[in-house]
């Protein structure tokens, strides 16, 4: 009896932290007038908006802006050209690793860092 107890429990924790382990955030498209005020934009302002790297150099652009709701911004999705060293695929990238001044937008992750982070499958 306590060899089968044994058993079921290892097969229950096994199951809870493999799904954990899996799970990834469920992201919605926002509303186009969604309010971006990392950006002081609206959503519709921010899609198609080049992406640069630290040097400057276009690395790709924003093709989403979005969220765990349709009206909370918290992510983009870059679609990245394939240049400076970033893979040529759609990442979700969060707000807090973008910079804006004087109209430019700047991604603050590295190549390695952004390989790393959620592919966007649309």
């Known amino acids: 009896m306590l060899h089968r107890k044994l058993l079921l429990g290892i097969a229950l924790g096994g199951l809870m932290t493999g799904g954990a382990a899996m799970a990834q ?23 198609d908006w080049d992406v640069h790297d630290a040097a400057g150099t276009v690395i790709g652009e924003v093709d989403e802006v979005v969220g765990p709701d349709a009206g909370t911004p918290t992510a983009l999705v870059v679609d990245f050209e394939g240049n400076a060293g970033y893979a040529d695929r759609d990442v979700v990238i969060p707000l807090d690793q973008f910079t804006r001044e004087n109209n430019r937008l700047t991604l603050n992750a590295a190549p390695d860092a952004v390989g790393a982070m959620e592919p966007w499958n649309d």
């Not at 955030?25 to 899609?47: K, R």
């Open 25 to 47: 955030t469920a992201w919605v498209e926002v509303s186009d007038n969604a309010h971006v005020a990392a950006f002081g934009a609206i959503a519709d302002q921010v899609d």
